[in-house]
T-cell receptor, first 116, second 117 residues
Framework: GAGVSQTPSNKVTEKGKYVELRCDPI?????LYWYRQSLGQGPEFLIY????????DSGLPNDRFFAVRPEGSVSTLKIQRTERGDSAVYLC??????????????FGEGSRLTVL | AQKITQTQPGMFVQEKEAVTLDCTYD???????LFWYKQPSSGEMIFLIY??????QNATEGRYSLNFQKARKSANLVISASQLGDSAMYFC??????????????FGKGTLLTVNP
């Protein structure tokens, strides 16, 4: 497809388990972002990739969260030892570059994570 | 630090009428961008409109216009001729356009718009 693709769309897991969320950005987009949206809130920034490197991971809440983008395209957000408070929708977005004229981000439909 | 405030948790509008969704912001950045996104029940965030802080004119995109009042630090979204398909959550967001964090969007809490037939 032409848009940002995220899998799985829904993930239910138990407290303490490990989870991986995948994002396939729009082809040719060098910038990739992860945001987290808790119930009743707007999205909150987690991490930004420019190419393969994480240019800013200051939004990751703690060291249980990690993200990679090894070939500069697909990205995986990894959460270790999940906690109930990690339950949220994880949104991925991509753009041609950061800080462009409009900076339009194209978002996926998100991965809804529920930790029981 | 940047902050976006959307004071309307929910709004109702009659089909074919216009509606204004409020957004105020706070920033110390001299150059910044303001965005509106629509989030239907599918969850995808859809970009609607952008306003740069130095733009002289208010942005317009089809039925969407952004009422930018810089002195009041407000960036209200106006939707004209509402349609049933406009029912969704609407988020105001901002980003610094200079400095080292010109990629990071700060979002408000959103406004749930319901269009009645």
């Amino acid at each position: 497809g032409a848009g940002v693709s995220q899998t799985p769309s829904n993930k239910v897991t138990e407290k303490g388990k490990y989870v991986e969320l995948r994002c396939d950005p729009i082809s040719g987009h060098t910038a990739l972002y992860w945001y987290r949206q808790s119930l009743g809130q707007g999205p909150e920034f987690l991490i930004y990739f420019q190419g393969t490197g994480a240019a800013d991971d200051s939004g990751l809440p703690n060291d249980r969260f990690f993200a990679v983008r090894p070939e500069g395209s697909v990205s995986t957000l990894k959460i270790q030892r999940t906690e109930r408070g990690d339950s949220a929708v994880y949104l991925c977005a991509s753009s041609l570059g950061a800080g462009t004229m409009t900076g339009e981000l194209f978002f996926g439909e998100g991965s809804r994570l529920t930790v029981l | 630090a940047q902050k976006i405030t959307q004071t309307q948790p929910g709004m109702f509008v009659q089909e074919k009428e216009a509606v204004t969704l409020d957004c105020t912001y706070d920033t110390s950045d001299p150059s910044y961008g303001l965005f509106w996104y629509k989030q239907p029940s599918s969850g995808e965030m859809i970009f609607l409109i952008y306003q740069g802080s130095y733009d002289q004119q208010n942005a317009t995109e089809g039925r969407y216009s952004l009422n930018f009042q810089k002195a009041r630090k407000s960036a209200n979204l106006v939707i004209s001729a509402s349609q049933l398909g406009d029912s969704a959550m609407y988020f105001c967001a901002m980003r610094a356009n200079s400095g080292g964090s010109n990629y990071k969007l700060t979002f408000g809490k959103g406004t749930l718009l319901t269009v009645n037939p």
